[in-house]
């Protein structure tokens, strides 16, 4: 799951992206309407501003604005900036890879085989979606069913 660090810094980017062009945006108006606390906000900003995404104006007529235009970052960048990498476990990073504790060895484990295909579907998609890009809060359909809850398998008959 991503931390709520990274949940926050991605819709205060969204919020960025949609004003984007007009100027400073002041911490309180993002913190508000992205329900968002002031202080935690403070720190995200802080760090994507030392990464070179953020800019920042201090002052009365200050606030916050993307450095990048939205075109340029992706969905797939902004998860990697603050949560390091995509893979679910460690041994299937490509950037941050380590090698698992209590595991088998990394040719012979079929879990990580697995996770190499969850992080390189995963990062296909997010890296095909840009800050720019529309999303509609109510996704479309892609012909899966949501799963609350999944049923054991049945064992053989």
Known sequence: MLSQKTRYAIRAMQHLADKYGQGPIPLTDIA???????????VILSELSRLGIVDSQRGKDGGYWLAISPIDITYGDLIRVMRGSLALVPCASRFAH??????????????????????DATA????????????????????????????????DT
């Open 32 to 42: 508000e309407t992205q329900n968002i606390p002031a202080k935690f906000l403070t």
């Open 98 to 119: 380590e090698t698992c504790k209590n595991c088998l060895e990394e040719k012979d484990c079929r879990m990580r085989a697995l996770m190499l295909q969850v992080r």
């Open 124 to 155: 296909s998609l997010l890296d095909g979606i840009r800050l720019s890009d529309k999303i509609d809060p109510v996704p479309a359909a892609v012909g899966l069913e949501p799963v609350d809850e999944l049923e054991p398998l049945a064992p």
